[in-house]
């Protein structure tokens, strides 16, 4: 039996990372800006904005995420905070079927 943290770990963080990457990309960020700002590699954020990782079914968890680049772009989530954020909704999510 897999723990909750391993679950996300493997399953639902990639994938709120790769809503967020289309979310930014999609607002014209340039993926390495959004590779900074995620912590990844350009490669990892074209593997997401392409669809061959990070691929989430969740409506609910997509909605999320939006809220939290909207409050990324006014200014009311530094960059800094982001991973707190992660933090935030893996553990309000974490409860959802992620497989």
Same mark, same amino acid.
């Given at each position: #039996?897999?723990?909750?943290? &391993?679950?996300?770990?493997?399953? /639902?963080?990639?994938?709120?990372?790769?809503? #967020? $990457?289309? &979310? /930014?990309?999609?607002?014209? =960020?340039?993926?390495?800006?959004? $590779? *900074?700002? /995620?912590? !990844?590699?350009? $490669? $990892?954020?074209?593997? =997401?904005?392409?669809?061959?990782?990070?691929? #989430?079914?969740?409506?609910?968890?997509? %909605?999320?995420?939006?809220?939290?680049? +909207? +409050?990324?772009? !006014?200014? +009311?989530?530094? %960059? *800094?905070?982001?991973? /707190?954020?992660?933090? *935030?909704?893996?553990?309000? #999510?974490?409860?959802? +079927? !992620?497989?």
């Amino acid at each position: #039996m897999r723990s909750p943290c &391993e679950v996300v770990a493997s399953k /639902l963080l990639p994938r709120i990372r790769g809503e #967020m $990457a289309r &979310e /930014l990309v999609g607002r014209g =960020y340039s993926k390495k800006e959004v $590779a *900074e700002i /995620l912590g !990844v590699t350009i $490669a $990892a954020v074209s593997q =997401y904005t392409s669809g061959k990782r990070g691929v #989430m079914k969740s409506e609910k968890l997509r %909605k999320a995420v939006k809220r939290i680049i +909207d +409050d990324f772009e !006014v200014g +009311d989530i530094r %960059k *800094e905070d982001l991973n /707190l954020k992660l933090c *935030e909704l893996c553990s309000l #999510m974490r409860d959802i +079927d !992620v497989k």
